[in-house]
C-alpha cells in the first residue's frame, strides 16, 4: 500500500514538474508590430478639392480651401481592461505630427515605437499640442517652425492653419486664416490678461485593432472639413470673419466642433514583409 502511494506520489511529481518545468521556462517573448497613419481629407463624402468654391457649410457660407496645416500628437492605444499605451514617452517630438495639405511627406506618419500584440479598443490623440509640449523655438525647421504662434498671443505653436476663401454677403469674396492655438483674455480696453490652452483630444469612434508580432497596422484618418463648421457649433464666416487667432469665442467654438472632424476610413493590419 505504502509503495502504491510512494509510486503515486512520484508520478505525480514527475507530472507536476514536466508541466511547470515547461512552464518556467518562462512566457514566449513579447511581440511587437508596428503602426502608420494615413492622412486623408474630405468634405462630406468627397475627397477635398482645393482652390475651387464649390462647397457650402451649414451656415450657408460658399467656401473653398487653399490648404490644411496641422499638428497631431501623444497617438494613446487604449485596452479593454483600461491600461492604455501612450508613444514615445522619451520625448524627442516623436509623438509629434506635421500634416500639410501642400507637402506629400506628412500624408504618411509611421509611428515611433513598436506595439506590443494584442488587441485594442481604441485610438485617442490630442489635436494641437498640449500644453507641456507647446514650447516656443522646439521645431527649429521649415516647415514645423512656420506654424509658430506670435508669442504676445500665447506662443508656442498653432495647431491647425486652414487658408481658404469664402464669399461674402453683396458675393464679395474673403479670405480666411482659420488659425487655432492658444486663446487669450482680455480686459476691457483691449489688454491680455490671460491665455487659453485650446488643445483638444480626440477619440476616434471605430478604431479597435488586433495586432500580431510582425504586422503593421495601418490606420487611415480622414479629417472632413466641413465638420469644423457644423456640429455641435454653427460657425458663420460673416459673424466671426477671417481672422480668429485673437478671438477666444470663435476658437472656442471651432475646437468643439473639433473633436469629430476625425473619423476612421479603414484600421487593417498589413500582411508581414516575407
Ligand atoms: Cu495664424
Known sequence: MKKIFLQTTAILFLTFSLFFGA???????????????VFKHSVGQQPLQ??????????GNPYMVSNIQYFISNICLHKANGDSVLFDKNGQNQNIHYVDTDLPDTWQWQLPDSIEEGEYTAISFTFGLNKKE?????????????MFWPQYLGGGYHYMKLNGKWRGPNDTIRMFNFHLGIGQLYDAVGNITGFVQNYFIVKLPNSSFSIKGGQTVQLTL???????????NVYDFNKWGGKIMQNQKAMHLACQNGHNVFSVKSIRALLPEK
Open 23 to 37: 512552464c518556467q521556462k518562462g512566457p514566449s517573448p513579447k511581440k511587437f508590430g508596428t503602426m502608420d497613419i
Open 222 to 232: 480622414n479629417m472632413d472639413v466641413n465638420e469644423w463648421f457644423e456640429n455641435p
Open 50 to 59: 482645393f482652390d475651387t468654391m464649390k462647397y457650402v457649410n451649414t451656415a
Open 134 to 146: 507647446n514650447k516656443s523655438l522646439r521645431f527649429p525647421n521649415p516647415p514645423e517652425s512656420a
